[in-house]
């Protein structure tokens, strides 16, 4: 499997766990860095490396009267700040081709959102930029499919490639996680990552927004530590009740630190266990 080593101590592969969380939406600076913060000093307290997310555009809101962010020129400049501010590499979506190239001179991972998975102008742009590429799978493929969304992306440049589970469609409303997709996807010899609060998140549940089912996410996280993840996946947001995108699967600091330690005593367990095997 290919290693992906984003920066001294943050490595994708290889036995290590990486958390990537932050706020669903770069709703403010002080927000972005509250949250920032408090997720630095747990992933240094675990031992875990720790990446900074957030969208600066959510394209893909249920109403088009919903909030989508401060948008490109804003958002990336709040990251940067972030990524100054924290010294923590960021991760974004990237939802056009033509903003790739702005958004990868201030991330250090691209991602491409699950819709728009099978998008072979925007991997394809992705994958020219050399940055690694989190391209997560869209909840209407078949984990096999996947293949061909990295391929798209190594036939177009040399940027290293990981996969994200976030559930599949199971009817009108509703997510379920096949926890096969995980050793499916990594079969194609790439780190995968499991997202936890877009698994439990139940799209267009509240008629003009999504809902979530956030007691399912310390199951769910638990389980795919267990089958074997490289990172983990989560939205964090001190006070999700105000959040403007995705508060009902978003995590509050309190949960977090829980399944986020629970998740790290799970991979620890399961790496050790490989060792010996």
Same mark, same amino acid.
């Given at each position: 499997?290919?290693?992906?080593?984003?920066?001294?101590?943050?490595?994708?592969?290889?036995?290590?766990?990486?958390?990537?969380?932050? &706020?669903?939406?770069?709703?403010?600076?002080?927000?972005?860095?509250?949250?920032?913060?408090?997720?630095?000093?747990?992933?240094?307290?675990?031992?875990?490396?720790?990446?900074?997310?957030?969208?600066?555009?959510?394209?893909?809101?249920?109403?088009?009267?919903?909030?989508?962010?401060?948008?490109?020129?804003?958002?990336?400049?709040?990251?940067?700040?972030?990524?100054?501010?924290?010294? /923590?590499?960021?991760?974004?979506?990237?939802?056009?081709?033509?903003?790739? &190239?702005?958004?990868?001179?201030?991330?250090?991972?691209?991602?491409?959102?699950?819709?728009?998975?099978?998008?072979?102008?925007?991997?394809?742009?992705?994958?020219?930029?050399?940055?690694?590429?989190?391209?997560?799978?869209?909840?209407?493929?078949?984990?096999?499919?996947?293949?061909?969304?990295?391929?798209?992306?190594?036939?177009?440049?040399?940027?290293? /490639?990981?996969?994200?589970?976030?559930?599949?469609?199971?009817?009108?409303?509703?997510?379920?996680? @096949?926890?096969?997709?995980?050793?499916?996807?990594?079969?194609?010899?790439?780190?995968?990552?499991?997202?936890?609060?877009?698994? /439990?998140?139940?799209?267009?549940?509240?008629?003009?927004?999504?809902?979530?089912?956030?007691?399912?996410?310390?199951?769910?996280?638990?389980?795919?530590?267990?089958?074997?993840? @490289?990172?983990?996946?989560?939205?964090?947001? &001190?006070?999700?009740?105000?959040?403007?995108?995705?508060?009902?699967?978003?995590?509050?600091?309190?949960?977090?630190?829980?399944?986020?330690?629970?998740?790290?005593?799970?991979?620890?367990?399961?790496?050790?266990?490989?060792?010996?095997?």
């Amino acid at each position: 499997m290919q290693i992906i080593e984003l920066c001294p101590g943050i490595v994708f592969g290889g036995g290590h766990l990486v958390l990537i969380a932050g &706020p669903c939406m770069a709703e403010s600076l002080e927000l972005c860095l509250e949250t920032g913060t408090f997720l630095k000093a747990l992933a240094e307290d675990l031992g875990i490396g720790y990446v900074f997310k957030a969208s600066y555009d959510k394209a893909n809101r249920t109403s088009g009267g919903s909030r989508r962010g401060p948008g490109l020129k804003a958002g990336l400049a709040m990251l940067s700040e972030v990524k100054a501010t924290l010294e /923590v590499p960021v991760i974004t979506d990237v939802h056009e081709s033509c903003d790739v &190239p702005r958004v990868a001179e201030i991330a250090d991972i691209l991602q491409v959102p699950a819709f728009l998975c099978r998008q072979t102008d925007l991997l394809a742009a992705c994958g020219r930029t050399g940055k690694p590429v989190n391209i997560k799978k869209g909840q209407f493929m078949a984990p096999e499919d996947m293949r061909g969304a990295v391929e798209k992306v190594r036939q177009a440049g040399p940027s290293p /490639v990981m996969l994200t589970e976030r559930g599949a469609s199971f009817g009108y409303h509703n997510l379920v996680v @096949d926890f096969r997709s995980l050793p499916t996807m990594r079969s194609f010899g790439v780190p995968v990552v499991f997202d936890a609060t877009h698994s /439990v998140q139940l799209p267009g549940g509240l008629g003009n927004a999504s809902g979530g089912n956030r007691e399912y996410v310390r199951p769910l996280a638990r389980a795919a530590a267990a089958v074997g993840i @490289d990172a983990l996946f989560a939205e964090v947001h &001190p006070r999700p009740e105000q959040a403007w995108s995705d508060g009902a699967n978003s995590l509050p600091f309190a949960m977090a630190e829980t399944v986020i330690r629970e998740v790290k005593a799970i991979h620890d367990l399961i790496a050790a266990g490989d060792q010996r095997a």
